[in-house]
């Protein structure tokens, strides 16, 4: 059931990032992230309270909250970190250094005390291998597509915080709340973090036109899949292989942008794409 749960997440998280990626250049990153969350904050909320999950937070460890918390607030900004790589970089470059935090889970879990074989250990270095040539473009011409340097330190911030995000709701939430209920924690949490910055900082939150509303909805309803199956997984099996198998998210984000947005990378880049890919098959095994 992991390995479903992990791959589930991987085709969400893999349309809504091609899709976010589109809605951040038209819309801006701040305003994408913030009206993606009502999808998952009102169907998951109707659905914890038609089914008495809101009772499960009840009597629960200190710890549990406090890292549900921390895991939502970090959510938001590993999140804001992807829009803004998508934003102004190329797509099919950020998203697998993002990808990395697979990888980076399973150091955390290792060091958490779930044990890894040796193939995964060599997986997870070929996935930092991977992500350094893909970061380092070595092609003058992709330096000049989107400032590709400055979306590459989006992207790593990203994965880093990912990777913690998951490592803390995979050993103190999931355990306890299960997968669905930290969905609810970290969209209900977003809407009022962004919604009181930009009351803060007078940013405008106006509402999706009606060509980009579609668009929205749909980027909410994948993510929010996405985050039900890895969190779900997580509680149900080992944290590694879960989030090893939902970065392969990004095999189907830069398909798409290589031959719908026609963004083209060096070979380096490429045979950087190649080794995360085969990181994240080692670590899974």
Same mark, same amino acid.
């Given at each position: 059931?992991?390995? /479903?749960?992990?791959?589930?997440?991987?085709?969400?998280?893999?349309?809504?990032?091609?899709?976010?990626?589109?809605?951040?250049?038209?819309?801006?990153?701040?305003?994408?992230?913030?009206? %993606?969350? +009502?999808?998952?904050?009102?169907?998951?909320?109707?659905?914890? @309270?038609?089914?008495?999950?809101?009772?499960?937070?009840?009597?629960?460890? %200190?710890?549990?909250?406090?890292?549900? =918390?921390?895991?939502?607030?970090?959510?938001? &900004?590993?999140?804001?970190?992807?829009?803004?790589? +998508?934003?102004?970089?190329?797509?099919? =470059?950020? !998203?697998?250094?993002?990808? !990395?935090?697979?990888?980076?889970?399973? &150091?955390?879990?290792?060091?958490?005390?779930?044990?890894?074989?040796?193939?995964?250990?060599?997986?997870?270095? !070929?996935? =930092?291998?991977?992500?350094? @040539?893909?970061?380092?473009?070595?092609?003058?011409?992709?330096?000049?597509?989107?400032? =590709?340097?400055?979306?590459? !330190?989006?992207?790593?911030?990203?994965?880093?915080?990912?990777?913690?995000?998951?490592?803390?709701?995979?050993?103190?939430?999931?355990?306890?709340?299960?997968? /669905?209920?930290?969905?609810?924690?970290?969209?209900? @949490?977003?809407?009022?973090?962004?919604?009181?910055?930009?009351?803060?900082i007078r940013h405008p939150l106006t509402v999706p036109r009606k060509h980009d509303l579609g668009r929205v909805l749909l980027i909410g309803v994948c993510d929010?899949? $996405?985050y039900i199956a890895i969190l779900s997984g997580t509680a149900l099996g080992a944290v590694s292989i879960v989030t090893v198998l939902s970065s392969l998210y990004?095999?189907?984000? &830069? &398909?798409?942008?290589?031959?719908?947005?026609?963004?083209?990378?060096?070979?380096?880049?490429?045979?950087?794409? $190649?080794?995360?890919? %085969?990181?994240?098959?080692?670590?899974?095994?």
């Amino acid at each position: 059931m992991e390995i /479903i749960l992990g791959l589930t997440s991987a085709i969400g998280w893999g349309g809504a990032d091609f899709l976010a990626g589109l809605a951040s250049r038209q819309m801006g990153s701040f305003r994408t992230l913030f009206f %993606t969350q +009502f999808v998952g904050f009102i169907t998951v909320g109707l659905y914890a @309270l038609a089914t008495g999950l809101f009772f499960t937070l009840e009597a629960q460890p %200190t710890i549990v909250y406090v890292a549900a =918390v921390a895991a939502a607030l970090l959510n938001i &900004v590993s999140s804001f970190c992807l829009y803004r790589a +998508f934003e102004i970089g190329l797509m099919a =470059v950020v !998203s697998p250094i993002t990808a !990395s935090y697979g990888a980076l889970t399973a &150091v955390f879990a290792f060091i958490s005390g779930e044990r890894l074989p040796a193939v995964r250990v060599l997986g997870v270095l !070929s996935a =930092v291998v991977g992500v350094m @040539l893909t970061a380092f473009v070595i092609n003058p011409e992709a330096l000049q597509q989107r400032n =590709v340097r400055r979306g590459v !330190s989006w992207a790593i911030t990203g994965a880093v915080g990912y990777a913690l995000v998951f490592w803390l709701f995979g050993f103190y939430v999931t355990p306890y709340l299960g997968g /669905i209920l930290p969905v609810f924690i970290i969209r209900a @949490l977003t809407i009022v973090v962004l919604g009181s910055i930009a009351l803060l900082i007078r940013h405008p939150l106006t509402v999706p036109r009606k060509h980009d509303l579609g668009r929205v909805l749909l980027i909410g309803v994948c993510d929010t899949t $996405a985050y039900i199956a890895i969190l779900s997984g997580t509680a149900l099996g080992a944290v590694s292989i879960v989030t090893v198998l939902s970065s392969l998210y990004t095999t189907v984000t &830069v &398909v798409l942008a290589a031959y719908l947005l026609h963004e083209r990378l060096h070979k380096s880049q490429w045979l950087g794409v $190649a080794l995360i890919f %085969t990181g994240i098959v080692l670590v899974s095994l």
